[in-house]
T-cell receptor
Framework: AQSVTQLDSQVPVFEEAPVELRCNYS??????LFWYVQYPNQGLQLLLKYLSGSTLVKGINGFEAEFNKSQTSFHLRKPSVHISDTAEYFC????????????FGTGTRLQVTL | DTEVTQTPKHLVMGMTNKKSLKCEQHMGHRAMYWYKQKAKKPPELMFVYSYEKLSINESVPSRFSPECPNSSLLNLHLHALQPEDSALYLC?????????????FGSGTRLTVV
């Protein structure tokens, strides 16, 4: 079984500042890793995913994440945030099987202010 | 078509009612999922269908009954629900086989049980 830990439940940041949202995972098998964003009263939108290959993954809206197998981490970064980035961010992990299931972390609320 | 479509977007039902949630995708994805999300919580897996067969049931009460009539459609039949079942119900799909993809989520059905 896999699990995901998002240590920060809330991250306040000023507009145009850089941000890092932390994610650590646990698994005894190979995994795929994902970051999703959820705006209020909406569904989940995929920001980026790591399936294999390059450990630096670039996603939508200027976000990127780095897969670090030795530290079992997949932290999300953005060099300069905007007010519109205010949302809930979920890190998620799945195994690589046919009927795999996606397991979410508890989420990090990114609050961007002026 | 790169979307997962869920209907209805909102549903209010009494505890004695029978209703169904519908999820549709035309991306050729053969794995489909139902998730339940309570307010300020991460999505929790309910059911996984792989090639139209139920492969994972996360000990969901029998008042929730999933159905996958074909490779594009996933239903969730609801009967005798409780107020605590009020939540956002999310459907997702994923390509299986040799070409791996991420999980695509619908925008959800917001269910209120009165």
């Amino acid at each position: 079984a896999q699990s995901v830990t998002q240590l920060d439940s809330q991250v306040p940041v000023f507009e145009e500042a850089p941000v890092e949202l932390r994610c650590n995972y646990s698994s005894s098998v190979s995994v795929y890793l994902f970051w999703y964003v959820q705006y209020p009263n909406q569904g989940l939108q995929l920001l980026l995913k790591y399936l294999s290959g390059s450990t630096l993954v670039k996603g939508i809206n200027g976000f990127e994440a780095e897969f670090n197998k030795s530290q079992t981490s997949f932290h999300l970064r953005k060099p300069s945030v905007h007010i519109s980035d205010t949302a809930e961010y979920f890190c998620a992990v799945s195994d690589t099987g046919t009927a795999s299931k996606l397991t979410f972390g508890t989420g990090t609320r990114l609050q961007v202010t002026l | 078509d790169t979307e997962v479509t869920q209907t209805p977007k909102h549903l209010v039902m009494g505890m004695t009612n029978k209703k169904s949630l519908k999820c549709e995708q035309h991306m050729g994805h053969r794995a489909m999922y139902w998730y339940k999300q309570k307010a300020k919580k991460p999505p929790e897996l309910m059911f996984v269908y792989s090639y139209e067969k139920l492969s994972i049931n996360e000990s969901v009460p029998s008042r929730f009954s999933p159905e996958c009539p074909n490779s594009s459609l996933l239903n969730l039949h609801l009967h005798a629900l409780q107020p605590e079942d009020s939540a956002l119900y999310l459907c997702a799909s994923r390509r299986t086989g040799t070409t791996v993809s991420g999980y695509t989520f619908g925008s959800g059905t917001r269910l209120t049980v009165v």
